[in-house]
């Protein structure tokens, strides 16, 4: 017997769902209903429940977070989205929290309702049978020695999309937090599956097999794919080919560093100075820490932001930015990355080509931008930062006025204005000290500057909250 529970804020929504249907000729009891979430939540406290159909938009505590806590609380109990809004967004977050099926009420009619309960039913039966042939015993550990594991690979997820695989029709389908699972009883002819998931999967998931799983608890395997499978998947993901992946490697495996750990030697800030860009053993000894140090996948794409808005017009083209950036959001993996950086560091190398510039000038001129910004707001002339690469004045401002198509001191005084508008945007300091941050040494030359360059006062600026820093 399936005990379910009916939560809506409309009393005669509640009422008329539960005696619209002969409930028990389904096999199917309702222990209980509420009128929102927070009375939900205290009738689970009290009740057994095995499934829950849950009206998205509810005072307080919405459909989706009543969703996202009982799956936190109580693993075991299904979701019913009930829905009046038939809109995609709805259903795919409804899906991603875990809810199992969705209902709109306006679409439910006596005509078709047994029809609607019999199938979710016949669903609910179906994975609950599979299920126990493979997983097992009171810590629910795998009996099935391999899965296939499904990513999502956007925010936006269509759980449906995967039970256009034959794979998944014919097995469970364990849904872990923004990931789901088959376990496999039998042999699966990769060709067909192959072929499957192009044509129902597209470029939407990231697909593994993960062998070893016997005997293992769910619960450890859920936090270790939470905590390691994607960033495993990021480097070790081909093309088309199911990527396969033994578990105890997984879990043998450090946790991928979050941003605040980031030591001193990270490969990724120090690959900032674009040597690998210019020198070809510097792009193999990149490749090298890259694949040493493994960082953590999703860092990726802010440093490609970095690189593409930090060299815009020095030594990228506008249509060789906007390339880059559009080539950047179909990046998935490292092997994506790798070629995307290579394409870059052919740009920066053809630029130099241009400028008729050696690598090493290049490369010194390129740490003189970056210097010039890291200490543009303190006292700084073109001396000082010829000295700081080893070259001389005269040579320095000879190739650094051909590198960036403007004299040192328009350079290094917009980089000051870019450094101002980061301190009106960011800060409450006053316009005094925002110029003298800057580097400016008089206020109100600082501010004639500012709106010849900008178009508007520092004070206009900073009251209007726009800007592109």
Known sequence: MIRAVVVDDERLVRKGFISMIDWSSFGVVIVGEAGDGKSALELLEQKEVDLLFVDITMPGMSGFDLIRIVRQKYSGIRSVVLTCHHEFDYVQEALRLGAVDYIVKTLLEMENADEVIGRLVERIKWEDGNLEAMIRGEGKRMVADKAIVYLPLGPVVNEKELFQLSIVRNNPLITFQDMWMTPLHQRMPEEDGARERAIHLGGRWITALVCGLKDQPLEEIEAIFSDKLQHALFYRRGEERLTSLPYDELNEMSSPLKSPHISS???????????????????????????????????????????????????????????????????????????????????????MIELGLTKEVMTCLIRAVIYMREHAGNKINQGDVAAVINMSRGYFSQCFARFAGETFGESLRGMRLDLAKSLLLDTTVSICEVASRSGFEDDRYFSRLFRERIGKLPSEFRADGVGKI
């Open 265 to 351: 030697n990270d490969i990724l800030t120090r690959a900032q100075d674009l040597k690998w860009c210019v020198d070809g053993s510097e792009w193999e000894i990149f490749l090298h820490e890259i694949n040493l140090q493994k960082p953590r996948y999703d860092r990726f794409p802010d440093f490609g932001k970095s690189l593409c808005q930090r060299w815009r017009t020095l030594l990228l083209k506008p249509e060789e930015e906007l390339e880059l950036n559009e080539e950047m959001s179909r990046n998935r993996n490292w092997c994506h990355w790798k070629h995307w950086l290579r394409r870059f560091s052919d740009i920066v190398q053809r630029r």
